[in-house]
């Protein structure tokens, strides 16, 4: 069973006011999460104690929830709480990732939610900041882009075009006519490269190590990085990378630097491949992560490096989810 959350506030105490807010905020969940009236089992209302005119339960009765089990409350007066007030709390059988929402005065309860915030996670390959990035995505609902697969669809490009990663002129030319965009079909991402899917293709360890060195060619970068500012300032999401902080989004409200030992980031991408039925060798990959972190701190065009207000969190000896939560809490505390 998931629970869904919302709010909404009046401008007066009225009957009419109380049933057009409650319609609203209403239709709005049941439409951000594509809900049947047969998947909700119960509604919970509750309102600030400024609101007499109307039963917000009523409205829903009213308005065709006739089977559903429906409560009511009155909030007790608590000083400063937002006023004209109405909440609810739905619970539902559905297998989905609530959405919830804060309407008209109710948004600033939930800034996370209704304001456009955008999080940047850079460091080095194999500290963990992919597999954060989502699990932070997936808490506060919002999305998360992954840049790197851009990058490594640019360095797909140039495979399949049989152009060396290494020849700046001739990358820039390939750029000109290739089209990259990403889609976000619930929740995952999916990477397009002149019209094909390549999600899938573009994690192979091949094309990861490629993709650093054709994102050091400007031409990549700019196109790129353009791509990704838009889709930043249109959507809250959770960008990781290697510049971002510093280049891509340099005015993020929310920056952090994860790092780890290469010992501990080769052993976590060996894990992956082997996962996924690669044969690979733990030492080789090890002398990749070392090369690759030489190239990205040392390349002239936005160079690995922690944001001078980014947080640095060590992940050698944490879990993901931990490093997750330990993020949404400092996130929690400034919102």
């Keep these: 069973m998931k629970a869904i959350r919302g709010a909404i506030t009046v401008e007066n105490d009225c009957a009419e006011e109380i049933k057009l807010a409650v319609e609203e905020l209403l239709t709005e969940i049941q439409k951000k999460n594509l809900l049947k009236n047969e998947q909700i089992v119960c509604i919970l209302f509750s309102n600030t104690d400024d609101l007499h005119s109307f039963y917000p339960a009523k409205v829903a009765r009213e308005t065709g929830f006739f089977q559903i089990p429906l409560y009511s409350s009155l ?72 840049t790197g697969a851009t990058y490594r669809a640019c360095a797909l490009a140039c495979v399949k075009a049989q152009i060396d990663v290494n020849d700046e002129k001739a990358v820039c030319s390939l ?126 065009i936005a160079p690995l490096k922690q944001a001078k207000d980014a947080v640095m969190i060590d992940t050698s000896d944490m879990t993901a989810e931990y490093v997750a939560d330990f993020i949404l809490k400092i996130i929690q505390e400034k919102i």
């Design 175 to 300: 750029m000109e006519k290739t089209k990259i965009n990403v889609s976000y079909e619930n929740g995952v991402q999916h990477t397009y490269l002149n019209g094909e899917e390549v999600s899938s293709v573009i994690r192979q360890n091949e094309i990861s190590m490629l993709a650093s060195t054709v994102s050091a060619h400007e031409c990549v970068r700019s196109k790129m990085v353009k791509l990704q500012r838009e889709t930043a300032e249109t959507i809250s999401c959770v960008l990781d990378g290697r510049d971002i902080g510093t280049n891509v989004l340099p005015n993020a409200r929310f920056k952090f630097f994860m790092t780890a030992s290469p010992e501990i980031r080769a052993k976590r991408r060996f894990d992956e491949l082997v996962s996924k039925g690669q044969k690979v060798s733990f030492e080789e990959l090890k002398k990749e992560i070392i090369k690759r972190d030489e190239q990205d701190k040392s390349r002239k």
């Design 75 to 146: 909030e007790p007066h608590i000083e400063g709480a937002l006023p004209k007030c109405i909440r609810i709390m739905m619970l539902v059988e559905a297998d989905l990732v609530p959405k919830h929402v804060y309407l008209r005065g109710a948004a600033v309860l939930r800034k996370d939610l209704t304001d456009i915030i955008n999080i940047a996670l850079d460091g080095p390959a194999g500290s963990g900041k992919s597999t954060v990035a989502k699990i932070i995505a997936q808490k506060l609902n919002i999305l998360c882009l992954d």
